[in-house]
């Protein structure tokens, strides 16, 4: 099992920046790629970005981040990072951080591909 858990989250101008963080503990080395994902209140969960560590750290972006936001690792830490840059109000939303435990799969990965997941933070961006 893994067990992650978000935080950074929090209220930010449009224009601003906040970065997420996620910690990851127990059997980690079963993962093979994490992720961002968001929802917002009455809309589906869509992924924001992906990273793959052990497929040459490929990454993947939501069209609507793509340019703004950056998804990074830090292996010491254990821990999965979200810079969140020039946010806008249609980024709020609660974000979650999710692990996959399989190889390969359909890219760009979806929810359904990712085994673990975080209890989510919230981000507001106000206009």
């Known amino acids: 099992q893994v067990q992650l858990v978000e935080s950074g989250g929090g209220s930010a101008q449009a224009g601003g920046s906040l970065r997420l963080s996620c910690r990851a503990s127990?059997?980690?080395?079963?993962?093979?790629?994490m992720a961002w994902f968001r929802q917002a209140p009455e809309k589906e969960r869509e992924v924001v970005a992906t990273?793959?560590?052990?497929?040459?750290?490929?990454?993947y972006y939501a069209d609507s981040v793509q340019g703004r936001f950056t998804i990074s690792q830090d292996n010491a830490k254990n821990t999965l990072y979200l810079r969140m840059a020039s946010l806008k109000p249609e980024d709020t939303a609660m974000y979650y951080c999710?692990?996959?435990?399989?190889?390969?799969?359909?890219?760009?990965?979806?929810?359904?591909?990712?085994?673990?997941w975080g209890q989510g933070t919230q981000v507001t961006v106000s206009s």
């Open positions: 127990g059997y980690i080395d079963s993962i093979y790629c």
């Open positions: 990273i793959c560590p052990r497929g040459g750290g490929t990454t």
């Open positions: 999710a692990g996959r435990n399989q190889f390969g799969g359909t890219w760009p990965l979806a929810s359904a591909d990712f085994a673990y």
